[in-house]
């Protein structure tokens, strides 16, 4: 069946960097786009942007670009997001999501703080 | 960029009573080739969002048929005809007609 794997959960001081990674099963990746969605600790879904996992090609939303890069290891099905000078605000839950939002990974925690 | 309004904000709902989400947009979601891209979605508490419905009112596969979408232009509705124990969390809309793909603000629903 069709799963979405994601990285485990991440402990950061402000400045470091992280790296998410969404791995995909059960599908063509190459088939359907990827979504990235941020979701602060007791707050709703935030559209991060998405890339197009045929051609590689990032699209960022306005709050989420220059320090946030979307990339593929299309190899090995899996998409990853990477933020770099983490701030406080950067605490959150990233889930990455197929195209049309029928599968979702089961969330990345990632915590700021120093 | 599209804001999708959702009322109400928290819903409290015995077992079996039937319940309704709005969704309200600030600009048409029909998009220029017929298709109105407006999705629900529902996150349990500790978990991921999943698609209950896509396109207003097609039922993704295995949901049960206690939900229904329905609405065109800038108001949709997400009704549950009998709610269950699991149905618990909290309900969001999605449109992605127009980029920025943007989400509802979220109905948190409560079993009594």
């Known amino acids: 069946q069709i799963q979405l794997v994601q990285s485990g959960p991440e402990l950061k001081k402000p400045g470091e960097s992280v790296k998410i990674s969404c791995k995909a099963s059960?599908?063509?990746?190459?088939?359907?786009?990827m979504h990235w969605v941020k979701q602060a600790p007791g707050k709703g879904l935030k559209w991060m942007g998405w890339?197009?996992?045929?051609?590689?090609?990032?699209t960022y939303a306005d709050d989420f670009k220059g320090r946030f890069v979307f990339s593929l290891e299309a190899s090995a099905s899996t998409a990853n997001l990477q933020i770099s000078n983490l701030k406080n605000e950067d605490t959150a839950t990233y889930f990455c999501a197929r195209a049309y939002m029928d599968a979702w990974g089961q969330g990345a925690s990632v915590t700021v703080s120093s | 960029d599209v804001v999708l309004t959702q009322t109400p904000p928290t819903l409290s709902a015995t077992i079996g009573q039937s319940v309704s989400i709005s969704c309200r947009s600030s600009?048409?979601?029909?998009?220029?080739?017929?298709?109105?891209?407006l999705n629900w979605l529902l996150q349990r508490p500790g978990q991921p969002p999943q698609l209950l419905i896509y396109?207003?009112?097609r039922l993704e596969s295995g949901v049960p048929n206690r939900f229904s979408g329905s609405g065109s232009g800038t108001d949709f509705t997400l009704k549950i005809s009998g709610v269950e124990a699991e149905d618990l969390g909290v309900y969001y809309c999605?449109?992605?007609?127009?980029?920025?793909?943007?989400f509802g603000s979220g109905t948190k629903l409560e079993i009594k």
């Open positions: 396109l207003v009112s």
């Open positions: 999605v449109q992605s007609t127009h980029a920025p793909l943007t």
């Open positions: 059960g599908y063509t990746f190459t088939d359907y786009a």
């Open positions: 600009q048409s979601l029909l998009h220029s080739n017929g298709n109105t891209y």
């Open positions: 890339i197009n996992t045929y051609t590689g090609k990032p």
